[in-house]
């Protein structure tokens, strides 16, 4: 699994419930799957509930973890071609892909693509607001 890499610092942060001994480092990108309660993302059309900013490991008793809902961050790909510009919606575990119309509904826009790649590999992605 290969989590998402800050490149320019978010501002804006939310606390959110999450179970006790979730396993995640910063840069993991959470699933919101209630009301304000994360997991790991781990599938296609996860809704987005931001990016770890603090680690949780098996042996981690606390109950709420801090998620960055901006910024820009290095993500993975699914490996499907990606352009500027285009929105990114969650596509697997850690990886995001271009968003469809759907995914506005479904909440799992990630963010917009600063950068083109063509096939897998990493792209720049400004995190929230900029959608």
């Known amino acids: 699994m290969v989590v998402a890499v800050c490149i320019e610092t978010p501002t804006k942060f939310a606390r959110r419930t999450c179970a006790a ?3 995640c480092p910063i840069g993991t990108l959470m699933k919101l799957t209630t009301e304000n309660t994360v997991v790991v993302s781990a599938a296609n059309n996860d809704p987005f509930g ?5 680690e949780s490991t098996a042996t981690d008793t606390f109950t709420e973890i801090t998620v960055a ?23 697997a575990a850690d990886q995001v892909r271009s ?8 909440g799992d ?3 917009k693509s600063l950068t083109t790649l063509v096939g897998a590999g990493t792209v720049v992605v400004q995190v929230g ?3």
């Open 21 to 23: 001994g979730i396993t």
């Open 50 to 54: 931001g990016i770890a900013w603090m």
């Open 69 to 91: 809902m901006n910024g820009k961050w290095v993500i993975d790909t699914t490996g499907a071609n990606v352009t500027v510009g285009n929105i990114v919606a969650i596509g």
């Open 99 to 106: 968003a469809i119309e759907a995914d506005t509904v479904l």
């Open 109 to 111: 826009i990630v963010g």
């Open 129 to 131: 607001d900029s959608i």
